[in-house]
């Protein structure tokens, strides 16, 4: 006895691979539930021709080979149960989705993933300030820079913005506590992202408390440090920023400060020419997923989230 093998079949025996890739693409924009209830398919069906697609999208892509890198990590169900993600920021794709959490030992993985030929050859290390992806990196890729991922440290320094609005909250009483009281995103957002009665609000806040206004000129000066070439002019940049805050009574922006001046070399390094990489990408694919795992609710299964977060930046295709 013999079965015949018909390259034209998917895994699911009772379909086309071509109807599998027609539902893969069409899970890229909708549920598993949605495009199960157009086709009148099983849920199961749904998702296991999505996840043959999804195989074949990462197959044809090919085998990494990166040069820079974007670490982060996606938190996967609450109790702080987390797996790193790794992009290659040049072919600007995910390339890896594993670890148990976020220790050194979980990094490691990558590395063992990548190949002790591959390691080498990387360049550049984009990541936030968590310590064992340094210190991974820096044993199994010695030879490659660490960045600092920019928006991270942005969200460090809005968490200290919004420290201080909720310290001012607690001091104010009666009617000057209602120039504070809902505007937690105007303060945090982009000065030009704020219009209409939002910005007129925020004005009214900023006139009517000095030490918030203080707080907000310095959270948006601060993007600057960026668009430095020279470390040396970067340095004397946050050296001024740093100067404008005695007698501020600014204590969280003074701890940021520490923070930085503890971190500088890996974001001195974005001085570098080589070293300026589109840092929006890793925040554009964090995006991404936090969309598909709230469309995926309740779904626990571990290898379909993987092949989503691989699979999520690669082109679609018909055959």
Not at 166 to 178: C, M, N, P, S, W
Request: net charge positive; hydrophobic share 40%.
């Amino acid at each position: 006895m013999k079965q015949e093998s018909l390259e034209w079949l998917a895994d699911h025996r009772s379909f086309t691979k071509r109807f599998a890739y027609l539902i893969g693409r069409r899970c890229g924009g909708s549920s598993i539930r949605e495009v199960a209830e157009e086709y009148q398919l099983d849920w199961k069906t749904v998702k296991e021709l999505e996840m043959q697609y999804m195989r074949e999208q990462i197959r044809r892509a090919g085998a990494a080979r990166p040069a820079v890198i974007g670490v982060d990590e996606i938190s996967i169900k609450r109790g702080h149960t987390y797996r790193i993600v790794v992009s290659d920021l040049e072919a600007r794709r995910p390339i890896w989705f594993g670890g148990k959490d976020r220790s050194e030992e979980s990094m490691d993985e990558l590395f063992a993933f990548l190949g002790e030929k591959q390691s080498k050859k990387l360049r550049l290390t984009v990541m936030d300030m968590w310590k064992p992806f340094r210190n991974s990196t820096q044993k199994n890729a010695p030879q490659a820079a660490i960045l600092f991922d920019k928006f991270h440290i942005l969200r460090h320094l809005g968490e200290a913005l919004d420290k201080v609005r909720k310290q001012e909250y607690a001091r104010l009483e009666g009617k000057k506590k209602a120039f504070i009281k809902g505007q937690k995103y105007a303060l945090l957002s982009h000065r030009q992202n704020v219009r209409g009665k939002a910005k007129k609000n925020l004005q009214a806040l900023l006139a009517a408390n000095k030490r918030l206004n203080t707080a907000y000129l310095l959270k948006e000066s601060f993007g600057s440090l960026w668009e430095y070439n020279s470390e040396a002019w970067a340095r004397k940049f946050f050296e001024n920023w740093r100067e404008q805050l005695k007698w501020q009574r600014l204590k969280p922006f003074e701890k940021f400060a520490d923070m930085i001046d503890r971190h500088w070399d890996g974001i001195a390094a974005y001085c570098q020419p080589e070293n300026k990489v589109a840092l929006g990408f890793v925040e554009g694919l964090n995006n991404k997923i936090r969309v598909f795992q709230r469309r995926a609710y309740g779904l626990r299964d571990e290898e379909y989230l993987k092949l989503k977060v691989l699979s999520c930046m690669l082109p679609e295709f018909k055959k």
